[in-house]
């Protein structure tokens, strides 16, 4: 089997150049343009996160991937895993799909 390419970058940022721009050009150099999505639904995997917890994907950097989906003509969505044995701050909360779409609804992110 023939080795993967790793790609990595870090939070340093030129003048004038945001992270979401470093992200747009790590995908593109991954070849994500390469993938046809055309007419096709693709699933971004994320966390949504939950009050206190700083440990998990931002939804403006799930928007970046979003919106190169939607260039190529893919119909982005987002999902979650739902498992009872993660870490959570609150273990009490966030136990179901519904759950998941309040804390998505809190956030106000739509694709």
Same mark, same amino acid.
Not at 32 to 42: A, L, P, R, S
């Given at each position: #089997?023939? +080795? @993967?390419? %790793?790609?990595?970058? =870090?939070?340093r940022?030129? %003048?004038g150049t945001? $992270?979401? %721009?470093?992200l747009k +050009?790590?995908? /593109? &150099?991954?070849g994500? +343009? ?9 699933a971004?995997? #994320? ?5 206190g917890n700083? &440990?998990?994907l ?5 928007? /970046?991937?979003a =919106?190169l989906?939607?260039? $190529?003509?893919? #119909?982005?969505?987002?999902?979650? $895993?739902? @498992?009872?044995? @993660?870490?959570?701050?609150?273990p =009490? %909360?966030?136990? @179901?799909?519904v759950? =998941?779409? /309040?804390?998505q #609804?809190?956030? +106000?992110?739509?694709?």
């Open positions: #089997m023939e +080795k @993967s390419t %790793v790609y990595f970058t =870090d939070f940022c030129p %003048v945001s $992270q979401l %721009v470093k +050009k790590l995908c /593109v &150099a991954a994500i +343009k390469d993938i046809d999505m055309d007419g096709k639904f693709v971004i995997k #994320m966390h949504f996160g939950e009050l700083l &440990a998990f931002r939804p403006n950097y799930a928007k /970046v991937i =919106d989906c939607k260039e $190529q003509g893919g #119909m982005p969505f987002l999902t979650v $895993q739902i @498992s009872t044995d @993660s870490t959570r701050l609150q =009490d %909360v966030r136990l @179901s799909s759950t =998941d779409c /309040v804390e #609804m809190k956030w +106000k992110f739509l694709l």
